[in-house]
């Protein structure tokens, strides 16, 4: 399994942890799980809907096997974002009232910023009241209690004082090494550090 594949299947361990499932709720047959991420705009990467859909299906061999969780398997139901807020809130809200998604999965920062700001705006009606796990959050701003904003709404979300919103981010220090490793390293007499095929 590769670390990509490690990291979403943690995260969905993870939300079916804050679920509470367990032997002390009767299992569900399926645990719906919600993906608003880029799949035709400027950031789509093919990778990520699979990297959701392996994460579910190596969640859901561990699944099989456990005692504690047997029972429960994930379902994925995915939305495009296309990296674009507007579209990514009632994506994101359709995943939840009409698919019944226990949590959402999206992609980057401004996505996963705008789907959290249901939650601290005055319409009650529009709360997800599910977590939220960006996999790809690159903004130092979220979940953090010091962020600012000049709108109240927008700050209150990145600072998560409800306890929603969850961002993970691949640690990216092994494939470093190796680049470095490349690109300073020699193939032979008189070759060039990088040139790696001495040309």
């Known amino acids: 399994m590769g670390m ?15 679920l509470a499932c367990g032997p002390t709720k009767p299992p569900a047959t399926t645990l719906p ?28 061999k561990g699944l099989a096997n456990s005692v504690q969780y047997h029972g429960i398997q994930f379902e994925i139901a995915l939305a495009d974002s296309a990296s674009d807020p507007s579209l990514a809130v009632p994506r994101g809200q359709d995943l939840v009232r009409t698919s019944g998604a226990k949590a959402l999965i999206t992609d980057g ?18 709360d997800l009241n599910v977590p939220i796990v960006c996999m790809a959050c690159t903004s130092p ?9 000049s ?8 600072r998560n004082g409800n306890k929603w919103n969850f961002r993970s981010l691949m640690n990216s220090t092994p494939q470093a090494k190796v680049l470095m490793q ?18």
Request: charged share 15%; aromatic share 4%.
């Open 109 to 126: 920062s401004e996505d996963d910023i705008a789907l959290n700001m249901l939650g601290y705006d005055s319409d009650t009606t529009n």
């Open 33 to 60: 799980l919600g993906a608003v991420i880029d799949r035709t705009g400027p950031r789509a990467t093919a990778s990520w809907s699979k990297a959701v859909t392996l994460a579910a299906d190596l969640a859901n």
């Open 182 to 199: 490349i690109a300073s390293g020699r193939r032979g007499t008189g070759v060039v550090p990088g040139d790696v095929n001495g040309v």
């Open 141 to 149: 701003s979220i979940n953090s209690p010091t962020s600012t904003s």
């Open 151 to 158: 709108d109240p709404v927008r700050q209150a979300a990145l």
């Open 4 to 18: 990509n594949g490690m990291r979403q299947a943690a995260i969905l361990w993870a939300v079916c942890n804050l």
